[in-house]
């Protein structure tokens, strides 16, 4: 069952339940209702998000950008362990969750407890964009596992027949039995 509640005196929405493609909207209803508020930061509170899937996460990522087209700040402040996991997983943990200990940070409520690295073990982390694989240099003479010598590089792939190629013409493919014309 979802919940949420806004509380305009102190500028924090508090989020329980599932935070899906279904209630993402009202999420994102909660935070424009603070728009008209003096509060120089918005917080959100997801301790008792039980689901947050990657419509939750987007609904965030939104959130914090109507913050920003306000000229104000957005930091979720206590988030539960499965949102925990997919702020990491999604990279999103350094944008939606200020450090306390950054200099010139706006109070964001009250702080929560970071899992130890050793908790983040098993968790993949996405690779930087600059950081993707790419292609490695070949040396001269070097052979592809299925390429040919001294190219580094796969052998070009076999042509495709074209429409209204004949059967026999396609590897693999035994020739069809024809009956001679003079009809025997």
Do not use: K, Y
């Not at 509060?39 to 998000?49: F, G, N, Q, R, Y």
């Amino acid at each position: 069952m979802f919940r949420l509640s806004v509380h305009h005196a102190s500028g924090c929405v508090v989020v329980g339940g599932e935070l899906d493609h279904r209630h993402r909207h009202l999420l994102l209803d909660g935070l424009r209702t603070l728009v008209p508020t003096p509060h120089p930061s918005w917080t959100v509170d997801l301790a008792e998000v039980t689901f947050c899937d990657t419509s939750g996460l987007g609904a965030l990522v939104e959130g914090h950008g109507l913050a920003r087209e306000h000229h104000r700040g957005l930091a979720v402040v206590r988030p539960s362990d499965c949102v925990h996991r997919q702020l990491v997983l999604g990279g999103l943990e350094p944008l939606l969750c200020p450090s306390p200990d950054r200099s010139g940070a706006t109070d964001t409520g009250p702080s929560w407890p970071r899992p130890r690295s050793a908790d983040l073990a098993g968790i993949r982390r996405p690779l930087p964009h600059r950081a993707r694989a790419t292609a490695l240099p070949v040396r001269p003479g070097a052979t592809h596992p299925t390429g040919v010598a001294g190219t580094g590089s796969p052998p070009a792939p076999a042509p495709r027949p074209g429409p209204g190629a004949a059967a026999e013409n396609l590897p693999g493919v035994p020739a069809p039995v024809r009956e001679h014309p003079g009809g025997r």
